[in-house]
């Protein structure tokens, strides 16, 4: 399994931003993938994941409203607007195995990727 993040970078506070999370090495419809960020000093919150299945999709409620996470083929995109300095973090994609009848869960991921770094500031 393999995981790559990409897309962060330097936005202003209000902006928007998209991040791409390319996957490959497994076989896509068994697993579902979730994006989390970790801001310095705090620790790992999820953000959200979607089912590349059937794309049933599930949000942190903080992040509910301003993210969006949506999925093309081996590609999982979370768009990101009205952001906020407090969205600075490094943001890291990751992947579970995910059994029939089962919706996504932001918990207990198996796979990771590298982040990428996003940072809101003027």
């Known amino acids: 399994v393999q995981l790559q993040a990409s897309g962060g970078g330097l936005v202003q506070p209000g902006g928007s931003l998209r991040l791409t999370c390319l996957a490959s090495?497994?076989?896509?419809?068994?697993?579902?993938i979730g994006w989390f960020r970790q801001a310095p000093g705090n620790e790992r919150e999820g953000v959200s994941c979607?089912?590349?299945?059937?794309?049933v999709t599930y949000y942190a409620d903080s992040m509910k409203g301003r993210f969006a996470i949506s999925r093309d083929k081996n590609k999982v995109y979370l768009e990101m607007n009205t952001l906020k300095p407090e969205d600075t973090a490094v943001y890291y994609c990751?992947?579970?195995?995910?059994?029939?009848?089962?919706?996504?869960?932001?918990?207990?991921?198996?796979?990771w990727g590298k982040g990428t770094l996003v940072t809101v500031s003027s």
């Open positions: 979607i089912s590349l299945r059937d794309g």
């Open positions: 090495g497994f076989t896509l419809e068994y697993y579902a």
């Open positions: 990751a992947a579970d195995p995910l059994p029939y009848g089962k919706k996504c869960s932001l918990a207990g991921m198996d796979y």
